[in-house]
């Protein structure tokens, strides 16, 4: 009988070559099936695994709240002098996200807690003048504003014409709401840019690092605020719900 070299070097008879290329066969479908399945591939590091899960990365901890209360001397302020609860807004004129806060969400919260004389609301000025070339001219033309009572109806305007922020327009706003516009386009000059500054380190030190950035508390009776509850970002409006009436549940009705 003729034989021919195995696969190992042995020579082989035909019946034999033949039962070790079954076996072969037989053996790399075995292989195959184990590669498919998993049962002879390498572990899978945790990271892995939890990436190909869709898990998400750890929330970054939280920032801590304010130790000592926050002053409200010079912010412009809305709302009941009495309220027991304040809404601290820290904002940005050109900032998309503060004018989305100030268009959808600020007229529910100022008609549901503002306006009923639940909450206090105020405003601080945190112009990011590395992306936004015009927050700083605008703030001070709601300061400007101020000085004629109309801080808040020149806030309005500005968030609703948030790409449109140049000089020559927030002189024409001004017009608009019927201001002294010889002593606003004075103010304009930089008579309130120290404000705005003052607002922005302030704001600094308690960590805000983007806008809108916002702080609920209690108004103690020093007219400062202990905030219980810090909110970042344009967030919905049941987030601020949330938070006002929690606070409103400690707080005294009125002081």
Not at 22 to 41: E, F, H, K, M, Q
Request: hydrophobic share 45%; proline share 7%; charged share 20%.
């Amino acid at each position: 009988m003729r034989t021919r070299p195995g696969p190992f070097g042995v020579r082989l008879d035909g019946i034999t070559a033949a039962m070790v290329i079954v076996l072969c066969a037989l053996a790399s479908v075995w292989i195959a099936r184990d590669l498919l399945y998993g049962r002879s591939t390498p572990p899978v590091s945790t990271a892995v695994r939890a990436n190909t899960a869709g898990a998400r990365p750890p929330n970054r901890p939280a920032m801590p709240l304010p130790k000592e209360p926050l002053p409200l001397d010079g912010a412009a302020t809305k709302g009941n002098p009495k309220a027991s609860v304040a809404l601290v807004i820290y904002s940005d004129f050109e900032c998309p996200f503060c004018a989305r806060f100030a268009n959808d969400t600020w007229p529910t919260i100022q008609s549901k807690y503002v306006a009923p004389g639940k909450v206090r609301a105020a405003f601080r000025h945190v112009p990011i003048e590395s992306i936004h070339a015009s927050a700083v001219k605008a703030a001070e033309a709601t300061e400007c504003a101020g000085q004629q009572g109309q801080f808040w109806s020149m806030h309005d305007v500005l968030f609703k014409n948030a790409k449109q922020l140049g000089e020559a327009r927030l002189q024409e706003y001004a017009r608009e709401l019927r201001l002294n516009t010889t002593a606003f386009n004075s103010c304009l000059q930089g008579t309130t840019a120290a404000k705005v500054r003052a607002d922005a380190a302030a704001a600094a030190v308690l960590g805000v690092t983007g806008t809108p950035a916002f702080f609920v508390g209690l108004i103690q009776l020093d007219g400062r605020v202990k905030v219980t509850e810090r909110i970042m970002g344009a967030r919905p409006l049941d987030a601020f719900e949330m938070a006002l009436d929690k606070a409103l549940a400690v707080a005294p009705l009125a002081r």
